[in-house]
């Protein structure tokens, strides 16, 4: 089994940034893709970014991004702490939502291709 925790969520101004991250416990970690999704209120769960397995090494990857936030966001991950994270700077008020981390198989928008999925943090962009 696959649990994955998120923290670093929180209030900012826009034009901030936060750092969010994902702590995976379970087995084989550096083979999933890590995915980071979003959720505003009233609307359906969007892709972010995400990041492939890294072949063995102990960071990299391949990124894949939403176009709304590339430049803005950066996805990293740390195969030695189990952990991905969401580097979120130039933090605009419609980026606000729920954001969730999650692992799959496929460096993929689509929702289908994670297995796993955290509980969520919120992001909160103030103007």
């Known amino acids: 089994?696959?649990?994955?925790?998120?923290?670093g969520g929180g209030l900012v101004q826009a034009g901030g940034s936060l750092r969010l991250s994902c702590a995976v416990s379970g087995r084989s970690f550096r083979n999933y893709v890590m995915g980071w999704f979003r959720q505003a209120p009233d609307k359906e769960r969007d892709f972010v970014g995400a990041i492939?397995?890294?072949?063995?090494?102990?960071?990299?990857?391949?990124t894949r991004y939403a176009d709304s936030v590339k430049g803005r966001f950066t996805i990293s991950r740390d195969n030695a702490k189990n952990t991905v994270y969401l580097q979120m700077n130039s933090l605009k008020p419609e980026d606000t939502a729920v954001y969730y981390c999650a692992a799959g198989s496929r460096l993929s928008p689509a929702q289908n291709s994670y297995n796993y999925w955290g509980q969520g943090t919120q992001v909160t962009v103030s103007s």
């Open 1 to 7: 089994q696959v649990q994955l925790v998120e923290s």
């Open 52 to 62: 492939s397995w890294s072949g063995g090494t102990w960071s990299g990857g391949t």
